[in-house]
Structure formats: C-alpha cells, structure tokens
C-alpha cells in the first residue's frame, strides 16, 4: 500500500486546510486510516481515524469540533477537515493505514505517506 498526503500549506490562525491522502491499494475499503501529525521536537500524535464502515473517531480535546475525518472509496482517499486552526496545529502530517488493527498509535499502522507539511501563522 503507498499513500500520498497532499493539502498542506501555510495559512493564518482561524483558517482552514484540508489534507487529502490517495492510497494506491487493490481494496481500499478494508483499510482502517489514520491522521497523524508531528511538530518539531515531539512525538507523532493521533489526530484521527476512519474505519472500514467509515465511522470516525477524532481524538479528544482541542481537535474534536474543529477537525473532521473522511474517506471516498470510489477514489481511494480519505480526507482531513482542519477548522479554526491555531498555530499550535503547525505540524506535519501523515496518513497511514492498516488493514486489521483499529487503533490510535503509531504501532497500529503499518503503512504510512510521507507527510504533508502544515504552518499556522499567528
């Protein structure tokens, strides 16, 4: 499986953005997908997950109401909303994606893009 974020860029605080990730896989609708982002000097954090049914789960806290998951089977992407940013969003972010385990490490996913970088001004 590749996968390729794409979306990113710079905009200002209160902005919007949204990522897309194409996978190239022969049965994209049996993978789970996951959002995940890295700022400099910290550790990848779970942003989000879709599954196979395509219920989302949105990690807890400042990113639930402004950030929204979904996914297009009939064009192998899924889809990253970002609202309201704030600089503290400035990261970069990966898609990834496994086939079995539901989860919100980075251990569950076995297959990840290469990132798409996004930078909030303030």
């Known amino acids: 499986v590749q996968l390729q974020a794409s979306g990113g860029g710079l905009v200002q605080a209160g902005g919007s953005l949204r990522l897309s990730c194409e996978a190239s896989?022969?049965?994209?609708?049996?993978?789970?997908m996951g959002w995940f982002r890295q700022a400099p000097g910290k550790e990848r954090e779970f942003v989000a997950m879709v599954g196979k049914s395509g219920s989302t789960t949105t990690r807890a806290g400042s990113l639930r109401g402004r950030f929204t998951m979904s996914r297009d089977n009939a064009k192998n992407t899924v889809f990253l909303q970002m609202n309201s940013l704030k600089p503290e969003d400035t990261a970069v972010y990966y898609c990834a994606a496994d086939y079995s385990r539901y989860g919100s490490t980075v251990a569950d996913y076995e297959f990840w893009g290469q990132g798409t970088q996004v930078t909030v001004s303030s």
């Open positions: 896989a022969s049965s994209f609708d049996n993978l789970i």
